[in-house]
Protein backbone atom coordinates (compact mmCIF):
# COMPACT_ATOMS: atom_id res chain seq x y z
CA UNK A 1 0.00 0.00 0.00
CA UNK A 2 1.28 3.53 -0.50
CA UNK A 3 1.76 5.32 2.31
CA UNK A 4 3.74 8.07 4.21
CA UNK A 5 4.49 7.35 7.45
CA UNK A 6 5.56 8.88 10.61
CA UNK A 7 6.68 8.04 14.04
CA UNK A 8 5.97 8.77 16.62
CA UNK A 9 2.37 9.22 16.41
CA UNK A 10 1.97 11.05 19.66
CA UNK A 11 4.78 12.62 21.77
CA UNK A 12 5.16 14.82 24.97
CA UNK A 13 8.31 15.88 25.71
CA UNK A 14 9.88 18.59 28.02
CA UNK A 15 11.80 21.81 27.08
CA UNK A 16 15.36 21.11 25.82
CA UNK A 17 15.02 17.78 25.14
CA UNK A 18 16.07 16.41 21.50
CA UNK A 19 14.23 14.49 19.24
CA UNK A 20 13.33 13.14 16.08
CA UNK A 21 10.26 12.68 14.23
CA UNK A 22 10.93 10.27 11.30
CA UNK A 23 8.81 9.89 8.11
CA UNK A 24 9.07 7.59 5.44
CA UNK A 25 7.44 7.13 2.17
CA UNK A 26 6.74 4.10 -0.40
CA UNK A 27 5.90 5.70 -3.47
CA UNK A 28 9.93 6.77 -4.37
CA UNK A 29 8.68 10.21 -4.44
CA UNK A 30 11.67 12.36 -5.18
CA UNK A 31 9.89 15.49 -2.70
CA UNK A 32 9.13 15.63 0.68
CA UNK A 33 8.03 18.13 3.21
CA UNK A 34 7.62 18.83 6.67
CA UNK A 35 4.52 21.16 7.73
CA UNK A 36 3.11 22.04 11.25
CA UNK A 37 -0.74 22.86 12.12
CA UNK A 38 -1.54 25.28 14.29
CA UNK A 39 -5.29 26.40 14.86
CA UNK A 40 -5.86 29.71 13.11
CA UNK A 41 -2.86 29.61 11.49
CA UNK A 42 -3.08 26.98 9.26
CA UNK A 43 -0.38 24.76 7.76
CA UNK A 44 3.00 26.35 7.27
CA UNK A 45 6.11 24.65 5.63
CA UNK A 46 8.86 24.37 7.81
CA UNK A 47 11.37 22.46 5.31
CA UNK A 48 11.48 20.56 2.31
CA UNK A 49 13.73 18.64 -0.26
CA UNK A 50 13.71 17.73 -3.62
CA UNK A 51 16.07 15.20 -3.65
CA UNK A 52 18.64 12.86 -1.78
CA UNK A 53 20.89 15.64 0.30
CA UNK A 54 18.85 18.50 -1.32
CA UNK A 55 16.70 20.60 1.64
CA UNK A 56 16.07 24.03 1.78
CA UNK A 57 13.90 26.54 4.20
CA UNK A 58 10.26 26.16 4.11
CA UNK A 59 8.12 29.38 5.97
CA UNK A 60 9.07 28.48 9.47
CA UNK A 61 12.24 26.45 9.97
CA UNK A 62 13.94 28.44 13.02
CA UNK A 63 14.26 25.74 15.59
CA UNK A 64 14.41 22.88 13.62
CA UNK A 65 16.22 20.69 11.75
CA UNK A 66 16.10 17.93 8.74
CA UNK A 67 18.40 15.52 6.73
CA UNK A 68 17.67 13.22 3.55
CA UNK A 69 20.45 10.51 3.05
CA UNK A 70 18.05 8.15 1.60
CA UNK A 71 15.18 9.12 -0.71
CA UNK A 72 12.58 7.70 1.34
CA UNK A 73 13.44 8.63 4.03
CA UNK A 74 13.24 12.15 5.80
CA UNK A 75 13.39 13.08 9.57
CA UNK A 76 12.52 15.97 11.28
CA UNK A 77 14.85 16.97 14.54
CA UNK A 78 14.14 19.57 17.00
CA UNK A 79 17.81 19.96 18.81
CA UNK A 80 16.07 21.81 21.70
CA UNK A 81 12.41 21.81 21.36
CA UNK A 82 10.62 24.79 23.17
CA UNK A 83 6.71 25.09 24.18
CA UNK A 84 6.28 27.31 21.45
CA UNK A 85 6.56 24.04 19.38
CA UNK A 86 4.17 22.09 20.50
CA UNK A 87 1.89 21.67 16.93
CA UNK A 88 0.50 18.94 14.89
CA UNK A 89 3.40 17.97 12.03
CA UNK A 90 2.68 16.82 8.87
CA UNK A 91 4.99 15.47 6.42
CA UNK A 92 4.34 15.13 3.04
CA UNK A 93 5.76 13.75 -0.26
CA UNK A 94 5.00 14.59 -3.60
CA UNK A 95 4.37 13.19 -7.09
CA UNK A 96 4.14 15.96 -9.29
CA UNK A 97 2.48 18.76 -7.52
CA UNK A 98 0.52 16.68 -5.61
CA UNK A 99 1.46 16.14 -2.56
CA UNK A 100 0.12 13.19 -0.10
CA UNK A 101 0.37 13.59 3.75
CA UNK A 102 1.33 11.43 6.33
CA UNK A 103 -0.99 10.96 9.46
CA UNK A 104 0.25 13.26 11.71
CA UNK A 105 2.59 13.53 15.29
CA UNK A 106 0.91 15.57 17.66
CA UNK A 107 3.67 16.85 19.90
CA UNK A 108 3.57 18.63 23.36
CA UNK A 109 6.35 20.35 24.69
CA UNK A 110 6.01 21.40 28.29
CA UNK B 1 4.18 37.72 1.60
CA UNK B 2 2.22 35.33 -0.78
CA UNK B 3 -0.89 35.07 0.49
CA UNK B 4 -3.82 32.46 0.11
CA UNK B 5 -7.33 33.80 1.23
CA UNK B 6 -10.31 31.33 2.56
CA UNK B 7 -13.39 32.13 4.57
CA UNK B 8 -12.74 30.33 7.63
CA UNK B 9 -16.79 29.70 7.88
CA UNK B 10 -18.39 27.33 9.34
CA UNK B 11 -20.41 27.45 6.30
CA UNK B 12 -23.44 25.23 6.61
CA UNK B 13 -25.56 23.59 4.11
CA UNK B 14 -28.44 21.15 4.24
CA UNK B 15 -27.72 17.49 2.81
CA UNK B 16 -28.51 17.88 -0.95
CA UNK B 17 -27.32 21.16 -1.08
CA UNK B 18 -24.56 22.79 -3.70
CA UNK B 19 -21.73 23.77 -0.80
CA UNK B 20 -19.44 26.40 -2.65
CA UNK B 21 -16.05 26.83 -1.13
CA UNK B 22 -14.07 29.76 -2.34
CA UNK B 23 -10.20 30.73 -2.11
CA UNK B 24 -8.61 34.25 -3.82
CA UNK B 25 -4.74 34.47 -3.98
CA UNK B 26 -2.27 37.30 -4.15
CA UNK B 27 0.18 36.02 -6.65
CA UNK B 28 -1.14 37.07 -10.06
CA UNK B 29 1.74 34.04 -11.18
CA UNK B 30 0.49 31.32 -9.46
CA UNK B 31 0.23 28.11 -11.49
CA UNK B 32 -1.17 25.31 -9.73
CA UNK B 33 -4.14 25.20 -7.33
CA UNK B 34 -5.26 22.23 -5.06
CA UNK B 35 -8.02 21.58 -2.51
CA UNK B 36 -7.30 19.67 0.31
CA UNK B 37 -9.89 17.59 2.76
CA UNK B 38 -9.21 17.70 6.13
CA UNK B 39 -11.65 15.74 8.87
CA UNK B 40 -10.91 16.46 12.45
CA UNK B 41 -7.61 15.09 13.75
CA UNK B 42 -6.98 13.66 10.28
CA UNK B 43 -4.44 14.45 7.50
CA UNK B 44 -5.45 16.47 4.47
CA UNK B 45 -6.41 14.31 2.09
CA UNK B 46 -6.05 15.29 -1.87
CA UNK B 47 -9.44 15.77 -3.85
CA UNK B 48 -9.23 18.38 -6.48
CA UNK B 49 -6.43 19.79 -8.68
CA UNK B 50 -6.68 22.53 -11.31
CA UNK B 51 -4.31 23.99 -13.62
CA UNK B 52 -5.88 26.20 -16.35
CA UNK B 53 -8.79 28.35 -16.44
CA UNK B 54 -12.23 27.29 -16.34
CA UNK B 55 -13.94 24.44 -14.76
CA UNK B 56 -12.83 20.80 -13.70
CA UNK B 57 -14.97 18.28 -12.88
CA UNK B 58 -14.74 15.39 -10.90
CA UNK B 59 -17.89 13.46 -9.94
CA UNK B 60 -19.62 15.76 -7.15
CA UNK B 61 -16.97 17.93 -7.13
CA UNK B 62 -15.85 20.83 -9.63
CA UNK B 63 -12.89 23.26 -9.33
CA UNK B 64 -13.55 26.52 -11.02
CA UNK B 65 -10.45 28.42 -11.85
CA UNK B 66 -10.34 32.35 -12.82
CA UNK B 67 -6.77 33.64 -13.18
CA UNK B 68 -7.58 37.08 -14.15
CA UNK B 69 -9.73 37.61 -10.79
CA UNK B 70 -7.13 35.43 -8.81
CA UNK B 71 -10.17 33.03 -7.84
CA UNK B 72 -10.29 29.35 -7.42
CA UNK B 73 -13.67 27.85 -6.01
CA UNK B 74 -14.63 24.27 -5.15
CA UNK B 75 -18.68 23.29 -5.86
CA UNK B 76 -19.56 19.82 -4.37
CA UNK B 77 -22.91 19.08 -5.32
CA UNK B 78 -25.91 17.04 -3.75
CA UNK B 79 -23.48 17.13 -0.41
CA UNK B 80 -23.68 14.51 2.21
CA UNK B 81 -22.92 14.70 6.09
CA UNK B 82 -19.67 12.60 5.32
CA UNK B 83 -18.61 15.89 3.01
CA UNK B 84 -18.76 17.56 6.72
CA UNK B 85 -14.83 18.89 7.02
CA UNK B 86 -12.26 21.57 6.76
CA UNK B 87 -11.27 22.63 3.03
CA UNK B 88 -7.85 23.70 1.81
CA UNK B 89 -7.26 25.98 -0.37
CA UNK B 90 -3.05 25.61 -2.09
CA UNK B 91 -1.63 26.99 -4.66
CA UNK B 92 1.69 26.84 -6.51
CA UNK B 93 3.54 30.21 -6.91
CA UNK B 94 4.75 31.34 -10.02
CA UNK B 95 8.98 29.61 -10.21
CA UNK B 96 8.01 27.98 -7.06
CA UNK B 97 9.34 24.21 -6.26
CA UNK B 98 7.35 21.28 -5.88
CA UNK B 99 8.03 21.97 -2.06
CA UNK B 100 6.87 25.27 -2.15
CA UNK B 101 2.74 24.57 -1.80
CA UNK B 102 1.33 27.10 0.01
CA UNK B 103 -1.77 26.87 2.28
CA UNK B 104 -4.98 28.94 2.77
CA UNK B 105 -6.17 28.53 6.46
CA UNK B 106 -9.40 26.06 5.38
CA UNK B 107 -13.10 26.84 5.38
CA UNK B 108 -14.96 24.38 7.76
CA UNK B 109 -18.05 23.02 6.10
CA UNK B 110 -20.86 21.64 8.29
CA UNK B 111 -24.00 19.25 6.18
CA UNK B 112 -26.70 19.38 7.62
CA UNK B 113 -29.04 16.01 7.62
Known amino acids: EAQVTQNPRYLITVTGKKLTVTCSQN?????MSWYRQDPGLGLRQIYYSMNVEVTDKGDVPEGYKVSRKEKRNFPLILESPSPNQTSLYFC?????????FGPGTRLTVL | QKEVEQNSGPLSVPEGAIASLNCTYSDRGSQSFFWYRQYSGKSPELIMFIYSNGDKEDGRFTAQLNKASQYVSLLIRDSQPSDSATYLCAVVNYGGSQGNLIFGKGTKLSVKP
Open chain 1, 27 to 31: MNHEY
Open chain 1, 92 to 100: ASSLGRAKF
